[in-house]
């Protein structure tokens, strides 16, 4: 299984950016994802997951009301909507997969940076 996070940039503050996860080498639809991001000296943070079929997902507290993960399993792509952003956002995104009966994340991508200024 391999994960290609893109998407991110530099964006002012209130803008928002959209970020993709495309998935390969398994079947995308037995797989729940997630993202999670890191900001400089600080711990991996859990941002937003969408299990399998779409209908179950879960936010981190920072991003409630401002991002918004969803998932198109005929292009095996999980998006993250962020809106809103605030500086307090900017960070290393990670998107990462697993199946139904992992408790850890199994596969990760490769990170994409979202900065953004104030």
């Known amino acids: 299984v391999q994960l290609q996070a893109s998407g991110g940039g530099l964006v002012q503050a209130g803008g928002s950016l959209r970020l993709s996860c495309v998935f390969s080498?398994?079947?995308?639809?037995?797989?729940?994802v997630g993202w999670l991001r890191q900001a400089p000296g600080k711990e991996r943070e859990a941002v937003a997951s969408?299990?399998?079929?779409?209908?179950?997902?879960t936010y981190g507290d920072s991003v409630k009301g401002r991002y918004t993960i969803s998932r198109d399993n005929t292009k095996n792509t999980v998006y993250l909507q962020m809106n809103s952003l605030k500086p307090e956002d900017t960070a290393v995104y990670f998107c990462?997969?697993?199946?139904?009966?992992?408790?850890?994340?199994?596969?990760w991508g490769q990170g994409t940076q979202v900065t953004v200024s104030s």
């Open positions: 080498g398994g079947i995308f639809s037995n797989y729940g």
């Open positions: 969408i299990a399998t079929t779409g209908l179950h997902t």
């Open positions: 990462a997969a697993k199946t139904k009966m992992s408790v850890k994340w199994e596969y």
